[in-house]
């Protein structure tokens, strides 16, 4: 381990503006995790004296926002999907915005549905890999007004299509959350692959598993556009944790289809820690990362994460969720890690970047009770860059749900509020936000509610 001149400077607590910009995180792709729900409690931004100000209670009970700002619903589970093919699926979940022609945008979004979800994705001929799966991806196109102009099937037969990420050449790689075999669960096939979905015409990419990619429990993915390597991080459930792996495309140019054509799967091990939860220092930064081919990546008899790695073995991570590139690096979070569960030592969230040009890892930022980001159990989902450069974050936790965002500054703010009750009068619950994501002109900020499942597309006077 080898640690930056800063890096020992942040062994005294630090505040997130002095992290960042030590880091050289401002203004770049970076995400945050964790719950912020107690770093928000009385703080200026609480207060309305951050963002767009103090949220408005919305009339009909949908969604709340800052005065100014409206919505529109563009679509609701149970409806039925403009196609004809069938009703809207549940669980709606990670999504992306890619521009279309005559100033239209593609929306693909991922249903996160396993075997018991409400309403499946509608089997669709040429787009479904597995007739017993209920996940996959529906498409929803919007013209410059926002109004719906069609929604269809992306792809049907998938299972627990929980995030993934945008490619730079226009498509969506979406990522199954599982790793059931054919004969469990009633599947006919295997399941635990991304798949590509074009968003333009579904068709043509069909519903093929990119093998080579690797069969775990996916979570979301990152490419870096100078060098076609695609990044992977894997949401594992119980110990050994997940890995971050990186995918070298044997076509490295890219192109729809194009990672059909194989590579190599590899699984990042930083000499010396076999668990990154261990690593409790802002700053810290490891040099000479090793990547190490993975024995079987179709996962034949054993989970990957369990597989023989050599005398060294490997790194693993609990919670590892979002990935995203930004400026020259790939970031990626660990939500939480909890020792009572497995993991080496306890935090509330970290972010990692990784420096592909110098094989260097640092530790972005780190929450929990020894920073100035005080935290409970509970963490974030979904995460997208806003077009003035700072951040969105979805709320996945307990009591109401929220939209947070994220100033350059490290200031946060309420966004938006959810209104849509799903509990009970003695025990209140509120359906989680997933799939932030905005349009490519920067005017729209599309999000999911995941149940029930609504999808918005929000406009205001966005800074």
């Known amino acids: 381990m080898s640690r930056t001149a800063d890096a020992a400077d942040a062994r005294q607590p630090a505040t997130r503006r002095q992290v960042l910009a030590r880091t050289g995180a401002l203004g770049v792709g970076i995400a945050f995790a964790g719950n912020l729900t107690e770093l928000f409690a009385g703080s200026a931004a609480a207060q309305g004296r951050a963002g767009y100000g103090p949220l408005v209670p919305d009339p009909a009970g949908l969604l709340d926002l800052p005065k100014g700002f409206r919505y529109k619903v563009l679509s609701r589970e149970g409806e039925p999907l403009r196609s004809g093919e069938g ?3 549940s669980n709606h979940d990670g999504m992306a915005a890619f521009a279309g022609r005559q100033g239209r945008v593609h929306l693909v979004r991922n249903h996160e549905n396993r075997v018991t979800g409400k309403i499946g994705v509608p089997t669709v001929e040429g787009l479904t890999y597995d007739p017993m799966g209920k996940g996959g991806c529906t498409v929803l196109s919007v013209d410059r007004k926002n109004d719906v102009v069609s929604e269809r099937v992306g792809i049907a037969g998938t299972a627990v299509n929980c995030a993934g990420g945008p490619t730079p050449w226009g498509t969506w790689l979406t990522c199954e959350e599982t790793e059931d075999k054919a004969g469990t669960n009633g599947y006919t096939k295997d399941h635990g692959y991304i798949f590509e979905v074009d968003p333009v015409d579904p068709h043509r990419s069909g519903a093929v598993p990119l093998t080579a990619m690797g069969r775990f429990q996916h979570e979301a993915i990152a490419v870096d556009p100078k060098r ?3 990044y992977e991080t894997e949401d594992a459930f119980d110990k050994p944790f997940g890995l971050f792996y990186r995918f070298l495309p ?7 289809g194009s990672l059909r054509a194989g590579g190599k ?4 091990r930083v000499p010396g820690v076999p668990d990154l939860s261990a690593v409790q220092e802002t700053g810290a930064t490891f040099s000479g990362i090793e990547w ?5 990546p179709l996962a034949a008899q054993t989970p990957i994460r369990n597989q023989d790695f050599g005398p060294k073995g490997i790194t693993h991570a609990q919670k590892l969720e979002g990935c995203y590139w930004g400026g020259s690096s790939v970031y990626f979070v660990s939500s939480y890690a909890r020792s009572r569960e497995g993991s080496a030592a306890d935090h509330f969230g970290q972010i990692w970047r ?3 040009s110098s094989r260097r890892l640092t530790l972005v930022i780190v929450f929990g009770p020894d920073t100035d980001v005080q935290l409970p159990g509970e963490e974030p989902d979904n995460i997208c860059l806003a077009p003035s450069g700072g951040l969105m974050v979805c709320e996945d936790g307990e009591g109401a749900q929220h939209v947070f965002g994220v100033t350059r500054k490290g200031e946060v703010y309420a966004m938006a509020r959810g209104r849509q009750n799903i509990g009970t009068a003695d025990k209140p619950e509120w359906g989680e936000f997933a799939g932030v994501t905005f349009s490519p002109d920067g005017e729209t900020m599309f999000v999911n509610c995941y149940t029930p499942g609504t999808t918005f597309a929000v406009t205001g006077p966005w800074h």
């Open 354 to 356: 990784y420096d592909p």
């Open 87 to 89: 009703k809207v699926p």
């Open 292 to 296: 190490v081919d993975v024995p079987d």
């Open 228 to 230: 076609g390597v695609v």
């Open 250 to 256: 044997k076509n490295a140019k890219g192109g729809l």
């Open 265 to 268: 799967l590899q699984a990042m």
